[in-house]
């Protein structure tokens, strides 16, 4: 079975500041990594995703997530955060067999302070 | 392309009134799914299909709900004697089986919005 935990259902920064939003993975086999983000009211965007080539993977609007294999970890950094980052994030995990459905976490939700 | 559609955005129905959804996945796309998503939790599977066939269906997924994909297109979500605890965004995405270039990238719709009064 997979799952990822996200640690933190809220964290806030100021704008300008590091982001960095925690994800945790369980899985028996190696698995694809992914990143969303969803606005209100609407639905998941994807930001990244691990597909085992680089462990380092850069995705849309300057967020990029680091693959550690030894830690379980696929931790969501940005080096400065704007306004428009604030939304909830979503961690999640799949295998490349069967029926390669997403397993999400419970989400993290940023808040960018002026 | 134009992503993935839902249909209806937002529907408020009766408890015991029966609703449908639509979903039009990214053209060419063999693999639909629909998850449930309620306030502050993340997306739950609930089913998918590879192209006309259901393939697999999660325990969520009561005897009241059915999902059909007839001719490997579009899929329609229906739920029979709503409660109000169906009340949530049910999301549909697609993707393609053989493109391992894409890394089994899942796209999502936007989602249909379910209140049971």
């Known amino acids: 079975a997979q799952s990822v935990t996200q640690l933190g259902s809220h964290v806030s920064v100021s704008e300008g500041a590091l982001v960095l939003l925690r994800c945790n993975y369980s899985s028996s086999v190696p698995p694809y990594l992914f990143w969303y983000v969803q606005y209100p009211n609407q639905g998941l965007q994807l930001l990244l995703k691990y597909t085992s080539a680089a462990t380092l993977v850069k995705g849309i609007n300057g967020f990029e997530a680091e693959f550690k294999k030894s830690e379980t970890s696929f931790h969501l950094t940005k080096p400065s955060a704007h306004m428009s980052d604030a939304a909830e994030y979503f961690c999640a995990v799949s295998k490349d067999t069967g029926r390669r459905a997403l397993t999400f976490g419970s989400g993290t939700r940023l808040q960018v302070q002026p | 392309d134009t992503g993935v559609s839902q249909n209806p955005r937002h529907k408020i129905t009766k408890r015991g009134q029966n609703v449908t959804f639509r979903c039009d996945p990214i053209s060419e796309h063999n693999r639909l799914y629909w998850y449930r998503q309620t306030l502050g939790q993340g997306p739950e599977f609930l089913t998918y299909f590879q192209n006309e066939a259901q393939l697999e269906k999660s325990r969520l997924l009561s005897d009241r709900f059915s999902a059909e994909r007839p001719k490997g297109s579009f899929s329609t979500l229906e739920i029979q004697r709503t409660e109000q605890g169906d009340s949530a965004m049910y999301l549909c995405?697609?993707?393609?089986?053989?493109?391992?270039?894409?890394?089994?990238?899942?796209?999502f719709g936007e989602g249909s919005w379910l209140t049971v009064v």
């Open positions: 995405a697609s993707s393609f089986l053989f493109d391992r270039a894409s890394g089994n990238t899942i796209y």
